[in-house]
């Protein structure tokens, strides 16, 4: 009767094949992960990659993509709890000077107020933005979507902004090229015979 059991070396490269395996999936989870700002990372979710019909936040705009939970006050849920506080949520991205006068500014914050979020303020700090003057329900009673709407609006004006001053340079560029084009001409015409 002929022995059909599997070797010593054979057992060994069977388990090294399994480890090494296992080690390829965790690597390719972290090398899909995304550092968040606390110093962890964030796995990106499978099947993640960008559909057709993914929302413009998704695809790299300026959003925010929650609060910062550990900046909180420490009397959340407790008798001590304050009425109103500062939140901290997490930009979606690096905010350039342009956006950030723009979510700074004074009109902002009277738009905010007029839409019936008095005393609410917002300051960019890195890529963190700090609410002020809130707390969480007012957020998730609508103040979100309001302040969803202040970035979105700030983003679009800078965009529209660089577009307009993209297009005098190419004016510009181009009345320059025929100005240059038409001295040559004059220039060319003359004739030292």
Known sequence: MGDSGVGPHEVERDVSSARGAADSA????????????????????????????????????????????????????????????????????????????????????????????????????????????TNLATLAGGLAAEIARVLREAEQQVLADRERRDDERLRWSQAEAARAARVKAEADRVRFE
């Open 26 to 133: 965790v690597d390719e989870e972290t090398s899909r992960a995304q550092w968040d700002d606390d110093g962890g990372f964030e796995p990106e979710p499978l099947g993640s990659a960008e559909s057709p019909g993914a929302e413009p936040a998704a695809r790299g705009g300026l959003f925010l993509r929650g609060v910062l939970d550990s900046a909180l006050p420490h009397e959340l849920g407790t008798d001590d709890e304050p009425e109103r506080y500062l939140v901290t949520a997490v930009f979606s991205r690096r905010v350039s000077a342009e956006e950030r006068a723009l979510i700074e500014a004074p009109a902002a914050q009277a738009m905010l107020a007029e839409r019936g979020y008095p005393g609410v303020s917002l300051k960019v700090a890195d890529r963190r933005l700090e609410i002020a003057g």
